[in-house]
């Protein structure tokens, strides 16, 4: 059965560091980039990023610029997302999602999702 799952979410004060894993099972990431989603409550679900299939290009909502950095461990079949200096403004739900294409340009549709984790930050 194939599947994405996400890890890593939690409650982290203002200023904080957490670190996504997005781990695929039944098959294999190489060939597609990842993108990232999160929703908050009230709230349409926004794009935070993006990584190619290679991991070369990676590109990043204007709200997580210089934040969150996504990065992917094909060998782990593994995608990241490293985010620092959280505000309480990124409380949210996060997703990955694979995006049927290899670059993160251009229109694609999206394959798998993951069942999203949790992210709160708070003081």
């Known amino acids: 059965q194939s599947q994405l799952v996400e890890s890593g979410g939690g409650l982290v004060q203002p200023g904080g560091s957490l670190r996504l894993s997005c781990a695929a099972s039944?098959?294999?990431?190489?060939?597609?980039?990842i993108n990232w989603f999160r929703q908050a409550p009230g709230k349409e679900r926004e794009g935070v990023g993006c990584?190619?299939?290679?991991?070369?290009?990676?590109n990043y909502a204007d709200s997580v610029k210089g934040r969150f950095t996504i990065s992917r461990d094909n060998a782990k079949n593994t995608v990241y997302l490293q985010m620092n200096s959280l505000k309480p403004g990124d409380t949210a739900v996060y997703y990955c999602?694979?995006?049927?294409?290899?670059?993160?340009?251009?229109?694609?549709?999206?394959?798998?999702w993951g069942q999203g984790t949790q992210v709160t930050v708070s003081s």
């Open positions: 999602a694979v995006r049927l294409a290899y670059v993160c340009y251009g229109k694609a549709d999206f394959g798998s």
């Open positions: 039944g098959f294999t990431l190489d060939y597609y980039a």
């Open positions: 990584i190619s299939s290679s991991g070369g290009s990676t």
